[in-house]
């Protein structure tokens, strides 16, 4: 059964330091897709990033990165130099393919709460 | 701004009661999605629909349905309300590509409140 796991359920960090959120993943597809969303405190979820399981390169985006690793299941997120606009809960979901015009339905993570303080 | 819109942001209403949340898509995506997000149960996928057709269930109780139309608009009516029925209600999007995943954008949700 797919299941995702974010063990880290609150962080709290000083303005300008850096900060991991770890996500775990369980599939027993071979081809799945991965993402982390953001909830701020308005409640709306913003998408960050999408990942296929066939590519493991990292990925970088201004302070955001992501470290893919198939060999042990993680998917983690590291936001460098944090800032207090960072506050917010980060969702991790997994979702596997399909097909025949179907499209596989996000299964969440519990979410990481991050406060950023000044 | 994602581009999918949710109506009301806030309902408010008491047991036993039925209501009904709207939700219109991006331009162009065809595919829609229902979550529900509750303290206890973390966001959870509810019901799909593409191209006003059913394609996939989560759980959803049987007191919950919802349609597609033919504008791609989609309601979520919930009926019989119980107080464990509070919890934000997400609408999400995505256009259907063969052989791949694309990815959801969700709408502001909708805040159910039930007294």
């Known amino acids: ?118 | 701004d994602s581009g999918v819109t949710q109506t009301p942001k806030h309902l408010i209403t008491a047991t036993g009661q039925r209501v009904t949340l709207r939700c219109s898509p991006r331009s162009g995506d065809l595919s829609v999605y229902w979550y529900q997000q509750s303290l206890d149960q973390g966001l959870q996928f509810l019901i799909q629909y593409y191209n006003g057709e059913e394609r996939a269930k989560g759980n959803i109780l049987e007191r919950f349905s919802a349609q597609q139309f033919p504008d791609l608009h989609s309601e979520l009516n919930l009926s019989s309300l119980e107080l464990g029925d509070s919890a934000l209600y997400f609408c999400a999007s995505s256009v259907v590509s063969s052989g791949t995943t694309d990815t959801q954008y969700f709408g502001p949700g909708t805040r159910l409140t039930v007294l």
């Open chain 1, 1 to 118: 059964a797919q299941k995702v796991t974010q063990a880290q359920t609150e962080i709290s960090v000083v303005e300008k330091e850096d900060v991991t959120l770890d996500c775990v993943y369980e599939t027993r597809d071979t081809t799945y897709y991965l993402f982390w969303y953001k909830q701020p405190p308005s409640g709306e979820l913003v998408f960050l990033i999408r990942r296929n399981s066939f590519d493991e390169q990292n990925e970088i985006s201004g302070r955001y990165s992501w470290n893919f690793q198939k060999s042990t299941s993680s998917f983690n997120f590291t936001i460098t130099a944090s800032q207090v606009v960072d506050s917010a809960v980060y969702f991790c979901a997994l979702s596997e393919a399909v097909y025949g015009g179907s499209q596989g339905n996000l299964i969440f993570g519990k979410g990481t709460k991050l406060s950023v303080k000044p």
